[in-house]
């Protein structure tokens, strides 16, 4: 515990994260709003006047986690009168009833429409008690928010987020996300500019794009005037002075145009990095799960954008034991992965989120086992062609982006490469630092990870920010 601080002192926030990038995001932006609202980031949770839980539900046993960590901060609250505690994110959104009743300490619960009050919703809680309010939609896109701040480790002062859509309109059977995030609002394209040039005006280098499904950006815009394409988002964002790299996350396969494709080749700024999710290789399952391809529309596509994009790393997300999935769907996904030859794969055994209708097909649930046995053996091809991907790297040159030192290891650092390639190096005595560019020679390769030599290093822009430390609980 800390000693007493002055009454006047700043009140102290602290943000701790669950789940994806988007939520991440979501959480420099709720930082950048208490920050605006005069109180000070701290990430020591036992001096925090507010503590901001940031919840998902995407990920198994979201819940449990929660309400331990809330249990938690029963003891600490009570230790601390005057200690606020905030709810926000998917999990509020979905359970907001269940969190006031479960935990009774709780003094904000608002959800993913409204995280633009958390600020005034914290203040309302201090003079009148608990608040909960959950928006059922947003109005529109709470583009004017100050979300300056930098995230967690991997991205420093060099690399920020930049959502340019929220909500989805798929109806993935499998997915929380278009009950809780609601339909797709996309940002007007002139607000991401202006940001992105703010960023770049700070020093960031890189930048990642977020959207549920970036492909669809721009199709909810402007009625009966300029609607613009994921393409031609792709395109502003490169003209901007100081950007070096331009990821983006996810892209739906039903939506990959050529228009984004060819904005990709075209574009210098544009990663040769394309995750483009496959989730099953079963055409029967990828219907039951309302996806909206084929395997062999999807591989047709992966092929016209490795016939545009020299270089380009593939990665997917894939899931194991869906409802109803045979061996034969299974063994059609092998051979859809084999032919895709990934350099990376998320894979996940399914698991059902309630309130999804996978989750009620559950006389169609494939026992735990043989969705073990399955994901045993998909991670054998999935790592097969990642190590063969990476060992024909090994002697050639990569530019690198630093990310910072190992935590196991202070002496070992590591950077990504364009094609998001996890490479490790030792600076000896080099002065390197996160956001330099370095150049290294690749020794080594592993399923997961490259090794290298550093070459040489071209030290990052250097320019003053304020960062506002937000933290990511394991997932
Ligand atoms: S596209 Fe499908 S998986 Fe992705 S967010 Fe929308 S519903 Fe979920």
Partial sequence: MTGPRPADAARRFYVRTYGCQMNEHDSERIAGLLAADGM??????????????????????????????????????????????????????????????????????????????????????????????????????????PARSTGPSAHGRHSAWVTIQVGCDNSCTFCIVPIVRGPEISRRLGDIVREVEDLAADGVREITVLGQNVNSYGRDLGAGQYRPQFADLLRALDAV????????????????????????????????????????????????????????????????????????????????GFPGETDAD???????????GYDAAYTFVFSPRPGTPAADMTDDFVSPEVAQERMARLVEVVERHALEK???????????????????????WSGRTRQNKLVHFSPGT?????????????????????RGDLHAVEPAPRTARIRIPVTAAPA
């Fill in 241 to 320: 002075d100081g950007i070096e790299r331009i990821r983006f996350t996810s892209p739906h396969p039903k939506d990959l145009r050529p228009e984004t494709i060819a904005a990709m080749a075209e574009c210098r700024s544009v990663c040769e990095h394309l995750h483009l999710p496959l989730q099953s290789g079963s055409d029967r399952t990828l219907a039951r799960m309302h996806r909206g391809y084929t395997a062999e529309r999807y591989l047709r596509r992966l092929a016209d954008a490795r016939a545009a994009i020299p270089d380009l790393a593939v990665t997917t997300d894939l899931i194991v």
């Fill in 330 to 340: 299974f063994e059609r996904t092998l051979e859809v992965v084999d032919i895709a």
């Fill in 390 to 412: 990476h060992a024909a790297r090994v002697g050639g040159m990569e530019r690198l982006l630093v990310e910072g030192p190992s935590k196991k290891d202070p002496d070992v």
């Fill in 430 to 450: 080099e002065p390197v630092r996160v956001g330099d560019a370095v150049d290294v020679r690749i020794t080594r390769a592993a399923p997961h990870w490259l």
């Fill in 40 to 145: 000070e980031p701290t990430d020591d949770l036992e001096s925090a006047d507010v503590v901001v839980l940031n919840t998902c539900c995407i990920r198994e046993n979201a819940d449990n986690k929660l309400y331990g960590h809330l249990g938690r901060l029963k003891a600490l609250k009570a230790d601390r009168p005057g200690m606020q505690i905030a709810v926000g994110g998917c999990l509020a959104q979905k359970d907001r009833e269940l969190i006031v009743e479960r935990a009774g300490h709780v003094d904000v619960v608002f959800g993913t429409h409204n995280l633009q009050h958390a600020a005034s919703l914290l203040e309302r809680a201090r003079l009148e008690g608990p608040v909960v309010e959950i928006l059922e939609e947003h109005a529109a896109y709470p583009s004017a928010l």
